[in-house]
Antibody, heavy 120, light 110 residues
């Protein structure tokens, strides 16, 4: 069974940093690209960014709204994807989802989501 | 404002057929396949449709998808109360080098 278990959310002050983790199981993690998607309360889904697999040179495209502030990384030995967020703004307050990308198909599995609140 | 345009709401009575539209442009829907996701209240989105009209294992055949040019649609036939949820379309956009989502459609079963 494919599982994506997220951790690391919480309350952070504007300008602060936070790192989210996503531990994968039930599939060969290194064979899949991973995305992060966020959702502000009562709003729609917003793509944050993606990290490719080794054969894609771990390419990391980002949404314009987070480029230069957020960094996606992965550790294939630990089956874990990360989202490092810095220079956080109140507009970054959202539930963040870790998702799996199946080649040709796109985003299929979603983590349970973790709430990040940016507030003073 | 979302890159893909969906109606904010849709509704139907049990047993009816409803359709949700998703409009984009040449750089996204016009060039790539469309996925659909269902989000029940308080839960993570669920994979509902891929490749415009392919259902993942476990998705009832009451759900169907189509695409024409720069627009796509999701149809739900034999509407059930459990279908009440938010529905999102998504596609890759090569101008933005990003996944783009529709703003979501809230489906109400009357």
């Amino acid at each position: 069974e494919v599982q994506l278990v997220q951790s690391g959310g919480g309350l952070v002050q504007p300008g602060g940093s936070l790192k989210l983790s996503c531990v994968a199981s039930g599939f060969t993690f290194s064979d899949f690209a991973m995305h992060w998607v966020r959702q502000a309360s009562g709003k729609g889904l917003e793509w944050v960014g993606r990290i490719g697999k080794k054969t894609e040179n771990y390419a990391t495209p980002y949404a314009a709204s987070v480029k230069g502030r957020f960094t996606i990384s992965r550790d294939d030995l630990r089956n874990t994807a990360y989202l490092q967020m810095s220079s956080l703004k109140t507009d970054d307050t959202a539930v963040y989802y870790c998702t799996r990308d199946r080649e040709v198909v796109g985003i299929d599995y979603w983590g349970q989501g973790t709430l990040v609140t940016v507030s003073s | 404002q979302s890159v893909l345009t969906q109606p904010p709401s849709a509704s139907g009575t049990p047993g009816q057929r409803v359709t949700i539209s998703c409009s984009g442009s040449r750089s996204n829907i016009g060039s790539y396949t469309v996925n659909w996701y269902q989000q029940l209240p308080g839960t993570a989105p669920k994979f509902l449709m891929y490749g415009n009209n392919q259902r993942p294992s476990g998705v009832p055949d009451r759900f169907s998808g189509s695409k024409s040019g720069t627009s796509a649609s999701l149809a739900i036939s034999g509407l059930q109360s459990e279908d009440e949820a938010d529905y999102y379309c998504a596609a890759w956009d090569d101008s933005l080098n990003a996944v783009v989502f529709g703003g979501g459609t809230k489906l109400t079963v009357l």
